[in-house]
Antibody, heavy 122, light 111 residues
């Protein structure tokens, strides 16, 4: 059974940094690209970014709203994907979902984690 | 980049059929696959349709997806509505650079 478990959500002040983790199980992690999607409380889904599998270079793509501030990385030996979030803003307050992507050439999500809450407030 | 526009809400009675539209603002709807995600209150999203019309295992065949190139739209149809289908539904696609794009979501109410 595919499982994605996020951790690291917290309450912090604007300008601070935070790293979220997502531990995967139930599939061969290194074979799959992974992505992060967020949802502000009471709002819709927003794509944050994605990281390709190592055979596709492990390269990343980001939404314009987070580009230059967020960095997605992966540790295939531990089946973990991270998102490093710097210079956080109040508008980054959201539930952050880790997702598995079907293939490197198409941003298609098949599995979702349960989410972790990041609150940015002074 | 393009946008995906969905109706805010739809409602229907149990046993009936409801269809949710998702209109692409520019470019062909057939350029990249469309997915549909269900989010029940207080829960994470789940995938109900991928690659325009494919159902993941475990998703009932009451859920179906389609695209219409002429209207630049995708649709999610739920037949035989059940109270458990009450949820928010999001369409999603991506551009040539694999940037994800979500619709604003549609709230389905089962009366």
């Amino acid at each position: 059974e595919v499982q994605l478990v996020e951790s690291g959500g917290d309450l912090l002040q604007p300008g601070r940094s935070l790293r979220l983790s997502c531990t995967a199980s139930g599939f061969t992690f290194g074979d799959y690209p992974m992505s992060w999607v967020r949802q502000a409380p009471g709002k819709g889904l927003e794509w944050v970014g994605f990281i390709r599998s190592k055979p596709y270079g492990g390269t990343t793509e980001y939404a314009a709203s987070v580009k230059g501030r967020f960095t997605i990385s992966r540790d295939d030996s531990r089946s973990i994907v991270y998102v490093q979030m710097n210079s956080l803003k109040t508008e980054d307050t959201a539930f952050y979902y880790c997702t598995r992507v079907v293939r490197d050439t198409s941003m298609i999500i098949d599995y979702w984690g349960q989410g972790t809450l990041v609150t940015v407030s002074s | 980049n393009f946008m995906l526009t969905q109706p805010h809400s739809v409602s229907e009675s149990p046993g009936k059929t409801v269809t949710i539209s998702c209109i692409r603002s520019s470019g062909s709807i057939a350029s990249n696959y469309v997915q549909w995600y269900q989010q029940r209150p207080g829960s994470a999203p789940t995938t109900v349709i991928y690659e325009d019309n494919q159902r993941p295992s475990g998703v009932p065949d009451r859920f179906s997806g389609s695209i219409d190139i002429s209207s630049r739209s995708a649709s999610l149809t739920i037949s035989g509505l059940k109270t458990e289908d009450e949820a928010d539904y999001y369409c999603q696609s991506y551009d040539s650079g694999n940037q994800g794009v979500f619709g604003g979501g549609t709230k389905v109410t089962v009366l």
